[in-house]
């Protein structure tokens, strides 16, 4: 079964904050994760892709991937109010023809 | 300018109807995809092309139908048979990996 769990939130955290938004999967043959930030209204934008166990730092966003707990997570340092979205997460299941999205999470940054 | 484009923005369908969404990309990418979105929901897949003249179904196929005689276009039909269609449609594409990218996304009402 295919299965990408996110909370739905919404996270709220205040500018300047580090917002922690998580994902689990139910395929623990997984390979590639990946991030997307969508906006009200808008479509899914790629920000961050992850391969290998540990952490992915890029600008202010820190991807973390533990295959064995079957849990990705993305980290947002210094949090900003254009930073308010939808964030999906992303899974490759049957031989990575496909993804399945999790439901996502909102988050809520405050000036 | 490289990019997917997906068109109408906005699609009014009266009951009984069949429309047409058109989705067109200039990234020379080999795989084309399918999304439906509901509020509050993740992204769901209704179908998919790996190469042209070749689509599979995805998890709610029911109700659509597809072609892909280019490999720059793949064009989604919903038909009368599909009872709820109204929705965000994206269309999205993607070379080898598994990342994928996403048009702007074409919002389809039913009056």
């Known amino acids: 079964q295919k299965e990408v769990e996110q909370n739905s939130g919404p996270l709220s955290v205040p500018e300047g904050a580090i917002a922690s938004l998580n994902c689990t999967y139910s395929?623990?043959?997984?390979?590639?994760f990946f991030w997307y930030r969508q906006y009200s209204g808008k479509s899914p934008e790629l920000i961050m892709s992850?391969?290998?166990?540990g952490d992915k730092e890029d600008g202010r966003f820190t991807a973390q991937l533990n295959k064995a707990s079957q849990y990705v997570s993305l980290l947002i340092r210094d949090s900003q109010p254009s930073d308010s979205a939808t964030y999906l997460c992303a899974v490759p299941f049957d031989g990575y023809s496909t993804l399945t999205f999790g439901k996502g999470t909102m988050l809520l940054v405050s000036p | 300018d490289g990019g997917i484009t997906q068109s109408p923005k906005y699609l009014f369908r009266k009951e009984g109807q069949n429309v047409t969404l058109s989705c067109e990309q200039n990234l020379n990418h080999d795989a084309m995809y399918w999304y439906r979105q509901d509020p509050g929901q993740g992204l769901r897949l209704i179908y998919y092309s790996q190469i042209v003249n070749d689509f599979q179904k995805g998890d709610i196929a029911e109700g659509y139908s597809v072609s892909r005689e280019k490999k720059e276009s793949f064009p989604l039909t919903v038909t009368s048979a599909q009872k709820n269609p109204t929705a965000f449609y994206l269309c999205a594409s993607k070379l080898g990996g598994n990342e994928q990218f996403f048009g702007p996304g074409t919002r389809l009402t039913v009056l």
């Open positions: 992850i391969y290998s166990n």
């Open positions: 395929d623990r043959g997984s390979q590639s």
